[in-house]
């Protein structure tokens, strides 16, 4: 039997870092072998992305950077009651470099089956030429922003966090929030010789993680993880 048929509030969402839009080719073959409902992306040129992919439709993109994000959702599953990117606080990789203070994209879904409404954004941290306290507060502001978008309701939020080491200090600044970070299953970075490790993650609120898959390398550094959660409110 069909996982999805056999658990209707269950839902699988990929979110994968492109590596400036070089894993492009790749979205279409995600969405159709791993069944998702929703499609997270960092590092894309929004210039060149599809209105679908599969059976998921376009949400939104940023439009201000060079490489951005974008969202794409099942419309036979969720109606989209909304979207809203988001600045954050810059590195000064962002003031230096090309400008990429568009860090959030949040994405206001309703299940079509439950009636009931759900929060997921697209996030991507600052790079590590900026501090583990920068990329907190970002992670803390975007969560912040993403409440005061739809409060009361369930949220997750995926993507590139940036974070490969000491992940104990960022979980228990989420949790302060009432938020859970998740790790994937395996690292999901393969860039540097000499950095490796889990940059990939999900933090939600008032939803069941099952589990974050590590799947497996494309053309990007980044792995994309498959983020399957249950209990959704019905």
């Known amino acids: 039997m069909d996982e999805q048929a056999s658990n209707p509030n269950g839902m699988r969402v990929v979110s994968y870092n492109?590596?400036?839009?070089?894993?492009?080719?790749?979205?279409?073959?995600?969405?159709?072998?791993?069944?998702?409902?929703?499609?997270?992306l960092q590092e894309a040129d929004t210039n060149d992305i599809p209105e679908q992919v599969g059976d998921l439709t376009l949400a939104a993109s940023t439009?201000?950077?060079?490489?951005?994000?974008?969202?794409y959702y099942r419309p036979d599953r969720f109606e989209l009651l909304g979207t809203k990117v988001y600045a954050l606080k810059k590195s000064m990789h962002d003031r230096v470099m090309s400008p990429a203070h568009e860090r959030l994209l949040?994405?206001?879904?309703?299940?079509?089956?439950?009636?009931?409404?759900?929060?997921?954004?697209?996030f991507h941290a600052a790079p590590l030429?900026?501090?583990?306290?920068?990329?907190?507060?970002?992670?803390?502001?975007?969560?912040q922003l993403m409440r005061a978008l739809a409060p009361g309701i369930p949220m997750l939020m995926v993507g590139d966090f940036n974070y490969p080491w000491f992940h104990g200090g960022l979980r228990k600044r989420v949790a302060r929030?009432?938020?859970?970070?998740?790790?994937?299953s395996t690292p999901t970075y393969l860039g540097y010789k000499y950095v490796k490790g889990h940059f990939d993650f999900a933090t939600s609120i008032d939803l069941e993680i099952e589990d974050v898959v590590t799947l497996p390398a494309g053309l990007s550094d980044h792995r994309p993880i498959l983020v399957r959660a249950q209990g959704l409110p019905a």
């Open 18 to 40: 492109l590596r400036e839009h070089k894993a492009k080719g790749e979205i279409q073959a995600l969405v159709r072998d791993h069944q998702v409902d929703v499609l997270c």
């Open 63 to 71: 439009r201000n950077n060079r490489l951005g994000l974008a969202a």
């Open 106 to 122: 949040a994405m206001h879904l309703m299940d079509r089956a439950t009636q009931k409404d759900l929060l997921i954004g697209s």
């Open 129 to 143: 030429t900026a501090t583990n306290g920068l990329r907190k507060k970002q992670v803390e502001s975007a969560h």
């Open 177 to 184: 929030d009432g938020f859970v970070l998740t790790r994937s």
